[in-house]
């Protein structure tokens, strides 16, 4: 487990490293600059998963399964949120069904942790766990990234997911999405993008992805501003801070 900063969950856990440039929203990754820094750290999980382009760091397209991790959740006594693969994708389309069960069942055994997993492939995602006799765990959320409108698709498929929490993550926001609909999704992540080549988040963008919410009965999370600085940016919309999370009251 590593305790994170990200203001939506308590902790990463990492069973897959590794993954591949999709779309827009993966242009500027901080998963791959993060594991060729651990790379460099001399760490062999992340050896040769990213390389040089120009003066960044991307994805090589290989992944890595990490059975040694997955016990690790099994440790953790204290109930907490856990972001799945934040270095990765579990729905990959490397990462072997086998390997995703194996997970799978880590999760079921360990029902006093939260576990979101969040994935660009929700095709897959609705495929593998609609053909696969996977149990629907009240203690996993799935979720999908949508960063424009040139992948609203991703919220039909998430739809389409076996999941007692649906949720999407728009982040980086590079785009208006007005065009979606949020209908059985319960959360929805909103935040512009961060770094040294951050891409520009337009309030009135944040303002739609509220009001679509407010209409679907979703909760509303603002993570941040985003920019070359995010501290200074902060995460105030309208005067306000979003921390609305999923209403998981039967």
Not at 52 to 75: C, F, H, M, N
Not at 187 to 211: F, L, Q
Request: charged share 25%; net charge positive; glycine share 6%.
């Amino acid at each position: 487990m590593a305790e994170t900063s990200i203001e939506w969950t308590d902790a990463t856990w990492n069973p897959v490293a590794g993954c591949t440039v999709l779309t827009a929203g993966c242009t500027n990754c901080y998963a791959m600059r993060m594991a060729a820094r651990l790379e460099a750290m001399g760490t062999a999980k992340y050896r040769d998963l990213t390389r040089k382009s120009g003066r960044r760091a991307v994805w090589t397209g290989k992944i890595r399964l990490d059975y040694a991790s997955l016990e690790a959740p099994k440790a953790w006594s204290k109930p907490r949120k856990v972001f799945v693969n934040s270095m990765s994708d579990l729905f990959h389309d490397d990462v072997p069904v086998e390997f995703i069960d194996l997970v799978w069942n880590v999760m079921k055994e360990t029902p006093r942790h939260t576990y979101q997993i969040l994935t660009k492939r929700p095709e897959r995602m609705s495929q593998v766990l609609s053909q696969r006799p996977f149990e629907i765990l009240s203690n996993v959320w799935l979720g999908t990234s949508v960063e424009d409108s040139r992948v609203l698709y991703r919220l039909d498929a998430i739809r389409e997911v076996p999941a007692a929490v649906r949720f999407v993550s728009l982040e980086p926001l590079i785009g208006s999405v007005a065009g979606g609909d949020l209908t059985d999704i319960q959360w929805a992540i909103v935040g512009g993008e961060s770094g040294p080549r951050a891409r520009e988040m337009k309030p009135e963008w944040v303002d739609e992805i509220e009001t679509m919410c407010r209409a679907s009965g979703t909760a509303f999370f603002f993570k941040q501003w985003g920019g070359k600085n995010k501290k200074a940016a902060g995460r105030m919309l309208n005067g306000k801070t979003y921390d609305e999370m999923p209403d998981l009251r039967p």
